[in-house]
């Protein structure tokens, strides 16, 4: 099992960046995907998550309006929309699958929101 994100970066408040997690090793468009993020001195924390076919999606309440999760299961890969910014969204962000009852996670990607 292989994730791999990418796509995090620099950016002012208010702006916006895209984050993609390419999926390998398992059947991708069977399972439910995640994201999650850390920032420096806090606990690693949910933010959005997708159903298999992308029917469903969740957002932590933080991120509601603000992000949005979606996938391209011809891809094998897990986007994450985020636009308007605040400098307290500054993280590592990963991507996480659970598959038989153990979570893999990918090494993260860091964004930074600063002026």
């Known amino acids: 099992v292989q994730l791999v994100e990418s796509g995090g970066g620099l950016v002012q408040p208010g702006g916006s960046l895209r984050l993609s997690c390419a999926a390998s090793g398992f059947t991708f468009s069977g399972y439910y995907m995640s994201w999650y993020r850390q920032a420096p001195g806090k606990e690693r924390e949910l933010v959005a998550g997708?159903?298999?076919?992308?029917?469903?999606?969740n957002y932590a309440d933080s991120m509601k309006g603000r992000f949005t999760i979606s996938r391209d299961n011809a891809k094998n890969t897990v986007y994450l929309q985020m636009d308007s910014l605040k400098p307290e969204d500054t993280a590592v962000y990963y991507c996480?699958?659970?598959?038989?009852?153990?979570?893999?996670w990918g090494k993260g990607t860091l964004v930074t929101v600063s002026s």
């Open positions: 997708i159903t298999s076919a992308g029917g469903n999606t």
């Open positions: 996480r699958v659970t598959l038989w009852g153990m979570a893999y």
